[in-house]
């Protein structure tokens, strides 16, 4: 099976702008999550999909919002970049059981989208 | 919010062993996970603990305490390629993955 893929891979964005990120999972998984990963804060969660519906969000502002499709592939979006918002995006998915939601398989991450905002 | 500490960095001789600790303070449990990230390369999945005890699978091992919210990596026999950042991540109450900062360990010969 081909991996998560996630386009673009890099961008580079000016403040104030909006971007767009793309992720199709791996087929078959319907579980798709969004990462924020930076030098300084790590590993953060952004938003967890399912099935077309949003199961969980983290704490970010609403600049950032998401959204999932019926083929399950995934994309977010951040409205008025900052220049904080530099950052690789990660992308991750998971199997389902039987057609439900699996909180302990693993999750399978893309390469990551890297945005630069200047 | 969710509390997750992991040291920031170790180092270790190639064939040691290095034990990785994480605490974590979250609303509630539904299990924990442990990832390996390559410089420049995303995280795969090492190991998932739910209940209490040591999970064996060869060159890793994690153990988890539920009651003293506390899991650990063990890597045996060390070898260079191991050098990478290792990241513990919990399941909350309302099933969110919170990731921690991540221990990168690096291998000397």
Redesign the interface.
């Known amino acids: 099976k081909a991996g998560v893929t996630q386009t673009p891979r890099y961008l580079i964005k000016t403040r104030g702008q909006q971007v767009t990120l793309s992720c199709s999972p791996i087929s078959g998984h319907r579980s798709v ?1 969004w ?1 924020q990963q930076t030098p300084g ?5 952004l938003f ?1 999909y399912f099935s077309e519906t949003q ?2 969000k ?2 970010f502002p609403g600049r950032f919002s998401g959204r999932q499709f019926s083929n399950s592939r995934s994309e977010m979006n951040v409205s008025t970049l900052e220049l904080g918002d530099s950052a690789l995006y ?1 992308c991750a998915s998971s199997e389902t059981t039987s057609g439900e ?1 699996v ?2 398989n ?7 989208t890297r945005l630069t905002v200047l | 919010g969710q509390n997750i500490d992991q040291p920031t960095e170790m180092t270790a001789t190639e064939g040691a062993i290095v034990q990785i600790n994480c605490t974590y303070q979250t609303s509630g449990f539904n299990g924990l996970f442990w990832y390996q990230q390559h410089a420049g390369e995303a995280p795969t999945f090492l190991s998932y603990n739910v209940l209490d005890g040591l999970e064996e699978k060869g060159h890793f091992s994690s153990f988890l305490s539920r009651s003293k919210g506390y899991s650990y990596l063990l890597l045996k026999e060390l070898q260079m390629k191991d050098s990478a950042s290792y990241l513990c991540a919990v399941r909350d109450g309302d099933y969110k993955l919170s990731f921690g900062a991540g221990t990168t360990v690096t291998v000397r010969a």
């Open positions: 999550s990462y804060q790590g590993l953060q969660f967890e199961r969980n983290g704490n990660l939601f909180f302990y693993e999750q399978f991450f893309g390469p990551g």
